[in-house]
């Protein structure tokens, strides 16, 4: 039986319309409905600037704060046998002639026929007006669309964008493209690993502030890259967060860059290679094995580098934090555990 969307809406926290004037920065959290720590930090990030006083007066004073949480609402509520299960993927089965293509097209190769829906953080793509309805404006068919690049697996995988076949990537890229954001923020869960396979500390969070190499559009022929400005500032970014874990007796002293990666197709590929600083939060854990304590701990390693991040762009501090704070971060090396084989 095919699976719809469930129709849950998609929110946008708007603290500022866009101005030039002043820098922007749009947040992004649970595009895997599985992975829900992100939204709560950023509700906190909300109530500390709704709440007022002298420093989210001056936040919201320079910095335009856009947040979108909870972008697949629908992997967010999934239930399995009548109790709350939420899973990775949204809900939205494949029916390629509902979108003009032939029944018989394979589907992109993020979608999930057993879990019946797509994972959102690989349906973007660096051309931000790239539609499948549009594929005249490419000087292709349906038919041949669906040949040379659905049905061909050189092109349909991870190295290539994604197609728009999604309503929340299509929303979630329409806001980015009225914002038109210097930083964009997303927050993910990565499961647990230690420091290294000698130092067991766990690595709370894992950051990321280059995920896409250059890349040229297969429809277009355009070519992207990141701006080497871009990189710097989103490597400032990263450090900012990184700098506001260690004050102090900190808890949070194992951090890691995420491994390398090169994923055009997500949202944060995307919006790098369209000339905005990014950074990749990945919080440890999972809905299914965090319990109260470890919750906690874990919204405050998103919370307080948000926070962190805010106050920077405000005063313009962001610009003289040291790249080479990021590129010193130790990039993860060890394997991800099974949490259930840890004392935690």
């Given at each position: 039986?095919p699976?719809?969307?469930?129709g849950?809406?998609?929110?946008?926290?708007?603290f500022?319309?866009?101005?030039p004037?002043?820098?922007?920065?749009?947040i992004?959290?649970q595009?895997?409905?599985?992975?829900?720590?992100?939204?709560?930090?950023?509700v906190?990030?909300?109530q500390?600037l709704i709440?007022?006083?002298?420093?989210?007066?001056f936040?919201?004073?320079?910095?335009?704060?856009?947040?979108?949480p909870?972008?697949?609402?629908?992997?967010a509520?999934?239930?399995?046998?009548?109790q709350?299960?939420?899973?990775?993927?949204?809900?939205?089965?494949w029916?390629?002639?509902e979108?003009?293509?032939?029944?018989?097209?394979?589907?992109?190769?993020?979608?999930?026929?057993?879990?019946?829906?797509?994972?959102?953080?690989?349906?973007?793509?660096?051309?931000?007006?790239?539609?499948?309805?549009?594929?005249?404006?490419?000087?292709?068919?349906?038919?041949?669309?669906a040949?040379?690049?659905?049905?061909?697996?050189?092109?349909?995988?991870?190295?290539?964008d994604?197609?728009?076949v999604t309503?929340?990537?299509?929303?979630?890229?329409?806001?980015?493209?009225?914002?038109?954001?210097?930083?964009?923020?997303d927050?993910?869960?990565?499961?647990?690993?230690?420091?290294?396979?000698?130092?067991?500390?766990q690595?709370y969070?894992?950051?990321?502030?280059?995920?896409?190499?250059?890349?040229?559009?297969?429809?277009?022929?355009?070519?992207?890259?990141?701006?080497?400005?871009?990189?710097?500032?989103?490597?400032?970014?990263?450090?900012?967060?990184w700098?506001?874990?260690?004050?102090?007796?900190?808890?949070?002293?194992?951090?890691?860059?995420?491994p390398?990666?090169?994923l055009?197709?997500?949202?944060?590929g995307?919006?790098?290679l369209?000339d905005?600083?990014?950074m990749?939060?990945?919080?440890?854990g999972?809905?299914?094995?965090l319990?109260?304590?470890?919750?906690?701990?874990?919204?405050?390693?998103?919370?307080?580098p948000?926070?962190?991040?805010l106050?920077?762009?405000?005063?313009?501090?962001?610009?003289d934090?040291?790249?080479?704070?990021?590129?010193?971060?130790?990039?993860?090396?060890?394997?991800?555990?099974?949490?259930?084989a840890?004392?935690?």
């Amino acid at each position: 039986m095919p699976i719809e969307p469930q129709g849950y809406p998609l929110y946008v926290c708007k603290f500022g319309e866009p101005d030039p004037s002043k820098p922007s920065i749009l947040i992004e959290t649970q595009i895997h409905g599985n992975e829900p720590l992100g939204t709560e930090a950023v509700v906190n990030v909300m109530q500390n600037l709704i709440a007022g006083g002298q420093e989210a007066r001056f936040i919201l004073e320079n910095v335009t704060v856009w947040i979108m949480p909870r972008v697949n609402p629908d992997g967010a509520m999934n239930q399995r046998d009548g109790q709350w299960y939420p899973k990775r993927q949204s809900d939205q089965t494949w029916v390629p002639e509902e979108i003009g293509l032939p029944s018989d097209t394979r589907a992109p190769w993020y979608y999930s026929s057993r879990n019946g829906g797509y994972d959102l953080n690989r349906d973007s793509s660096p051309n931000l007006d790239f539609r499948i309805e549009n594929l005249a404006d490419y000087g292709l068919t349906p038919s041949e669309f669906a040949t040379l690049y659905l049905d061909d697996r050189d092109y349909n995988n991870s190295e290539y964008d994604g197609y728009y076949v999604t309503p929340e990537a299509r929303i979630v890229t329409k806001v980015y493209k009225e914002l038109q954001p210097d930083v964009f923020i997303d927050i993910h869960h990565r499961g647990f690993n230690t420091l290294t396979d000698d130092d067991i500390r766990q690595v709370y969070i894992q950051v990321a502030a280059d995920v896409a190499l250059p890349y040229t559009d297969p429809f277009t022929g355009d070519y992207y890259s990141v701006d080497p400005e871009v990189l710097t500032l989103a490597k400032q970014v990263n450090a900012t967060g990184w700098l506001s874990l260690q004050l102090g007796n900190s808890a949070f002293g194992s951090i890691q860059k995420y491994p390398e990666v090169n994923l055009p197709g997500t949202t944060l590929g995307a919006f790098a290679l369209n000339d905005t600083a990014i950074m990749l939060i990945e919080i440890a854990g999972q809905t299914q094995n965090l319990g109260q304590k470890a919750r906690g701990r874990l919204i405050k390693t998103a919370t307080d580098p948000l926070m962190a991040i805010l106050k920077a762009l405000a005063d313009g501090s962001i610009h003289d934090v040291d790249p080479a704070i990021y590129d010193a971060i130790p990039e993860s090396s060890n394997s991800i555990r099974d949490p259930s084989a840890r004392d935690e």
